[in-house]
């Protein structure tokens, strides 16, 4: 009865529908009527279309299901470029552990799916002292560039 009291708990917790998020200081946040899979297939036209490249991907739900476990589906894509980390270095050297700068895109628990950002000011604003304008003026430009990209990818 306790192993099966065990799994049962372990089973609720799997099945458990994906919390859709929250607004957040600094976050953008887009809610789309595109699956999981097609957001993310658009977040890669997106950035291939932008003046910025996807440099790092990683996706909690795609180890899961390796392990043989089933989560809602996310992916965190790391996005930059090397001019934008050589201005950025310039600017503040304590900046660098900040790149590349996310987008995530999450599953609803309705089967839509979301994308999301820090906006990269908020992610460079705790170095704006140290990096001054160089590293708030690269910071506007990235505002621009995502959000370029996140309207491409979340348009009908």
Do not use: C
Not at 3 to 14: D, E, G, I, Q
């Amino acid at each position: 009865m306790q192993r099966f009291l065990k799994l049962l708990a372990v089973l609720t917790v799997l099945a458990a529908p994906a919390q859709a998020l929250e607004p957040r200081e600094g976050w953008v946040i887009h809610d789309t009527a595109k699956s999981f899979a097609d957001l993310v297939q658009a977040v890669r036209d997106a950035v291939s279309d932008a003046p910025i490249a996807i440099v790092t991907q990683a996706s909690a739900s795609d180890g899961a299901k390796m392990q043989g476990h089933s989560i809602a589906g996310n992916r965190v894509f790391g996005l930059y470029r090397n001019d934008y980390a050589r201005r950025m270095l310039e600017a503040s050297i304590a900046a660098g552990i900040e790149a590349p700068i996310r987008m995530y895109v999450t599953e609803d628990a309705d089967g839509t799916a979301s994308l999301s950002y820090k906006s990269p000011t908020a992610v460079f604003s705790p170095y704006f002292d140290e990096g001054g304008e160089k590293l708030r003026d690269l910071a506007s430009e990235l505002d621009g560039v995502f959000e370029t990209v996140a309207k491409s990818a979340i348009a009908e």
